[in-house]
């Protein structure tokens, strides 16, 4: 496992030759006609760990490098990686689509209040509301159930979900 992946921390050798701190290998890298590297750490603060490592035959060839576009390949990757290990365990991934739809009917009978009250559309319906949520930094739903709440006395119906993974 390369030191970025291990460490979460980018890290660039500009010249092989004479560095000792991982044993024989960057002798060996510049024997081969490996003389600099750079590696960027993927999906750090996850399960899954690695990085994006570049070699090059020129010393100190990444020195000049505009790194900006390396770091979003590598926020890229790990935005890919984590979405598949939410997708790898079908138990969490059901659970979420069941909040997931049990927010949306709290939210779509919230839209109908707005609608109705404000005679406009779904679209102005949901962008108000969305930006309610957004200006009390809080999930959309919540300033939904209370407003169906404060209006009906009760929190909203949300149906059953019969599925079980």
Known sequence: MSAAARTGK???VGD??????????????A????????SLPIADRSDTV??????ASPPRAFESTDLAVLRSLTTQA?????????????????EQMRTAMRSRAVIDQAMGVVMAQR??????AFGSLRSASQHRNVKQRDPCTEMITSLTGQ??????????P
Do not use: Q
């Open 10 to 12: 980018e890290l660039a």
């Open 16 to 29: 092989m030759l004479g560095k000792t701190r991982w044993g024989d290998n960057p002798a060996y890298a």
């Open 31 to 38: 024997t081969r006609g490996i003389r600099s590297s750079l």
């Open 50 to 55: 690695g990085a994006l490592n570049l070699y």
């Open 78 to 94: 790990t935005g890919a990686i984590r979405l598949a290990e939410r997708l790898a365990d079908p138990r969490a991934f059901a």
């Open 119 to 124: 005679r406009c559309t779904t679209d102005v």
């Open 155 to 164: 929190p909203p119906l949300v149906p059953e979900l019969p599925f079980r």
